[in-house]
Structures are given as C-alpha cells and as structure tokens.
C-alpha cells in the first residue's frame, strides 16, 4: 500500500504556524497580507518598469541605480524582498539570467519563477552554452552581440533591462510594456512588435 | 565578538558599532576563486558555484554586505561579509563559450584572493 506523499509536510507547517503565532511573531493578518502580496507579483510589474524606463530617462537611472527603490516608487512593497538589480541590455551586450545553485528569481517583479527557469537542464546550461539556449528558444541576437551570463548566486535579484525595439515610436507606455514578456526580463527573448502592429 | 572578517585589515577598528570593514578589493582588481571545495568536508551551504573555483575573474562593484550564508544555513551567528559582483570570461571555463562572452556572479570576500597579477580597467 503505498503512502500519500510527503505527509508531514502540511502538518510541520500548520505546526511551525502554529508556533510562530503563539509567540506573538505573526498574525493571521499578516499571513493573508503576505500571501495576498505574493499573488499579486507578476511579469506585468517588471514590464512596466522596462516600459517606463523606455520613456522616462530619469526613471531609467533610478532603475539602474537601484531597483527596489524603483519598484517601491510604483508601489511595489519590497518589504523583506532581496535587493533588485537592473541589467541593462546594449546594442553590443544581452544578458541572460539563471540561478545555477537554486532557483532564485525577482519575485517581488516577476512572480513565480516558471517552471523551465527551476529546471535542472536550463539551469546547467543557460551558464555553459547560453547561445545555443537562446538559439533553441528562438532568440537571434543581432551579430556583434556579447552575451553576458548573470548566475544569481547570493542575495541579489536580477532582471533584464532590454533594449526598446525600433517600430514602437510614439508607443503609449501600456502598449511598451505589453511586449515585455516574462521571458523578456529573464533575458531568454527580445521584445518583439507584432508585424501585424508595425507601422 | 568581533567581526570575523578573516582579514587583517579588520583587525584595527575596536569601534562597538558594526562599522563595516573597507572592501578588500575594488572595481577593476583581478581576483581569484578559492580553489577549495568544503563539501569534500562535510556538510555545508555553499553560495559559491563549482564551476568558479580556481578561475580568476575581474570585480565589477561591490554589491553590500549580506549575512554569510554559510552559517546562516545552519542557524549559527552569521556577520555580515562584503559581495561583490564579479566578471568572467566564458571561453577558459567553457568549452561552449563563446569570444567575448561573459559570466557575472555574486561571490563573497572569503571567496577571494588577489590573483597576483596587474590591474585591469573594468
């Protein structure tokens, strides 16, 4: 007969909840609140950040400069979230994200990291053979391209800044960031406007 | 306690206050990985990839000072440790890279050393 899997699990949790209340160290309000805040992250955030950054060259520097306090100015609560950092695509330079020890991600801008991002196979490979990831996933970096690896080792988060396409001019900022994927700011795609919206 | 930088240049300050020691290394400043591997130790939590140790790369910036997760994995005091961002050259760790290409990663001062040889421009 077999068991259910890991059945100690839900029951080590409502324990250490449990125990974390009794406490006085959480509430149930903060719970809901965190998990609430956790719901709402999604690559709909990052992308307006990008889309903002795309107009707005002041914006742009707080960005780069510092990410959190950037996200914090769109009210994105980054309380008790990792330090955001920026990487800023050139048109000689593309970066590409990857945890190879884990699978830490931008939550706070992102959302769930998807499930590829925590596989081992991206995860060995996005750092050995990043053209050949990219190349597979359909992306065709410009010739004369460096592409430059960020392994998120430690307390860092890390997305990509990527470059505005031609074809968007005169682009409102809701339309920007609706071609800035998640896959976008993880650095595995470029933004692409639709040929049907090209001009 | 003091704070166990491992470093002699910490050594000097007996200010209570957790005025954190200078970064050992700056923007530009060749380094090298430990090549040491504490997992052949026993166990450990290791923030620093097998694929780095023993490689000599360029410090971009210093990142901040963060907990040392080596002990804060196992619950023991952990003070904070200086991080920096770190600049690698794909080709000589990969066979796959590519000239030109590069590997960014967050490593901890512990982790470093100074490779011996001349400055480069960042």
């Known amino acids: 007969m077999s068991t259910p899997a890991r059945p100690d699990s839900p029951a080590r949790l409502e324990a250490l909840i449990g125990a974390l209340k009794a406490r006085g160290l959480l509430t149930e309000q903060e719970l809901a609140e965190r998990q609430a805040q956790t719901d709402r992250a999604s690559p709909e955030i990052g992308a307006r950040m990008v889309a903002r950054a795309w107009l707005d060259p002041a914006w742009r520097r707080l960005l780069l400069a510092d990410g959190g306090a950037a996200a914090e100015a769109m009210g994105v609560s980054m309380a008790g979230a990792p330090p955001l950092g920026v990487l800023e695509d050139t048109p000689r330079r593309h970066h590409l994200v990857v945890c190879t020890l884990c699978s830490c991600y931008p939550r706070a801008v992102l959302g769930y990291p998807p499930h590829w991002y925590k596989s081992f196979a991206y995860r060995a490979r996005a750092v050995r053979d990043p053209r050949g990831v990219l190349e597979e996933w359909g992306t065709a970096l410009p010739a004369g391209t460096d592409v430059r690896v960020v392994d998120s080792t430690a307390d860092y988060r890390w997305m990509v800044l990527p470059l505005r396409p031609a074809g968007t001019e005169g682009w409102s900022e809701d339309r920007l960031a609706g071609i800035v994927t998640r896959d976008v700011l993880v650095g595995v795609a470029l933004p692409r406007v639709p040929s049907t919206e090209a001009a | ?122």
Request: net charge negative; charged share 25%; aromatic share 8%.
């Open chain 2, 1 to 122: 306690m003091t704070p166990a930088e491992g470093t002699s240049a910490a050594a000097s300050d007996p200010a209570p206050q957790p005025a954190p020691a200078a970064p050992r290394f700056g923007p530009g400043e060749r380094v090298r990985v430990r090549d040491d591997w504490p997992e052949r130790r026993g166990p450990c939590h290791i923030r620093t990839p097998h694929y780095l140790r023993g490689r000599v790369g360029t410090v971009q910036r210093l990142l901040g000072r963060f907990a040392n997760p080596e002990e804060l994995a196992f619950g023991h005091p952990a003070p904070a440790r200086a991080l920096y961002h770190v600049l690698f050259e794909q080709p000589p760790i990969w066979h796959e890279g590519h000239p030109g290409d590069e590997v960014l990663v967050e490593l901890f001062e512990h982790w470093l050393e100074p490779d011996g040889t001349a400055k480069r421009s960042a």
